[in-house]
C-alpha cells in the first residue's frame, strides 16, 4: 500500500521526544508499514508542538492554505497514493480534498471530539475554530475513520457519523524495548509521584499539588515530579509556592523519551488528574513497567483499565476534580505494599493488550479492508 499520513506535528532528528500521542501513534505506525514493505509518506506542519493560542490558529491557517493552494496546481499527484490519512481537526479536511484529488482512500483518525465542548476545554477563539473545523470534517463522506477509543467512538456517532465506518483503535506501548531499559533502575528511596502531561487547564495538575499539601504531613519526603509544558506551566509554579509544597515539586518541561521511561520507571505512582482524555497513553506506558496509576474517574480511564464490568486493573480511580480522594487514593497505595504489588502485576499484563505490533497491525488490517471493498 502507498499511504499518506497528514499530521500537524511530527519530531524530528535523533531522540525524538513525543509530547502526546498523537504523534507517538504516527511514529510508530510508519515503523511498522515501512517493515511491512509498505510506502508511507508523513506530512506535517512542524516538528516542534504548538498549543492552542491565537498565533498557532493563524499558523494552522497558512498551512491550510498553502497546502490546499499546492494541491490544487499539482497534476501529478493522481493515482500516487492508496489511502490518506489526517490526524487532527487541522489536518482533516486537508487529507479529504487529497484523497480526492489522488483518487485514494479518505480516512481520519480521532483521538477525541471537542464539539459540545470546545470553548469549555480550549477557551473561546480556539474551541470556536476547532468546533468548526470538526463540525465541518464529521459531515464529509470519509472512506474510512479511525476512532481512539470507544469512548470517542460514540461522541463520533453522536456527531452523525454513522457506526459501521468507525473502526476503534487503541493506542500502544513498546513493552519489549523498554523491558530491556528497566533493568538496573530502581524505584526512587522517597515516595515519588509522576504526572506526565500537557499543561493545560483541563488538565486539572492543580489537584495533584492540593493533593500532595494534604499528603505532606503523613508522608515528610514524598515528592512530585511534573513532566510537561504549556499556558498553565507559570501558574502551576506559583501555586506550589503558594501552597508551600515547591520543595516536593519538581517541574520538568522537556525530557527526551529515553529520559521520560527512566523517570516512570523510578517513580511509585503516575497520576492522572486530567478530566479530558482521548486514551490516556502515558497510562498504559507507566503500567508497562509496573507503575501503577491513579486517574481521575471518567469514562475513557474506566474503559482502558477495566475489563467488562469487572475492578479497575493496575491502580486505582478518583472523583474527578476531588482532590482529597485523589491524595486518599495516593495515601492508600503507598501504604498497603499487598495492593500496590498487586496493581503493578495487574498493569504489567494489562498493558500487553497494547503492545504497539497488535495495535498497528489493526490499522494496517483496516487500510486493507478498505481497499478490498
Partial sequence: ??????????????????????????????????????QITIK?????????????????????????????RRSDLLGKYDIVEGTNFSTHILAFLYAKRVGAKAVAWYPDVFIGHGVERLGLISGIV???????????????????????????IKAGLKAKKIETIYGGVDIDKYKKVQEGIRKYKNATIICVVRLVKYKRVQDLLLAIYFLRERFKDIRVIIVGDGPEFAKLKVKSEKLKVADKVRFLDSVSEEEKWELLIRSHIHALPSVVEGFGLVSIESLSVGTPVVNADIPINREILQKEEGPISGGLLFRAGDAVDLAEKIEILLLDKKLYNQKAGEGRELA??????????????????????
Fill in 130 to 156: 476547532t468546533e468548526l473545523a470538526e463540525r465541518l470534517a464529521i459531515r464529509l463522506s470519509w472512506d474510512g475513520v479511525i476512532s481512539l477509543s470507544g469512548e470517542t467512538k460514540k461522541k463520533l
Fill in 1 to 38: 500500500m502507498r499511504i499518506l499520513i497528514l499530521t500537524e506535528y511530527f519530531p524530528s532528528g535523533i531522540g525524538k521526544t513525543f509530547t502526546g500521542g498523537v504523534e507517538a501513534r504516527v511514529y510508530h505506525l510508519a515503523n511498522y508499514l515501512k517493515l511491512r514493505g509498505h
Fill in 44 to 72: 506535517s506542519r512542524t516538528d516542534k508542538y504548538s498549543f492552542n493560542t491565537l498565533s498557532a490558529l493563524i499558523e494552522r491557517f497558512k498551512y491550510l492554505v498553502r497546502e490546499g493552494s499546492d494541491l490544487l
Fill in 352 to 373: 500487553k493488550r497494547y503492545e504497539w505490533e497488535k495495535i498497528n497491525k489493526q490499522t494496517e488490517e483496516f487500510y486493507q479492508r478498505l481497499l478490498s471493498d
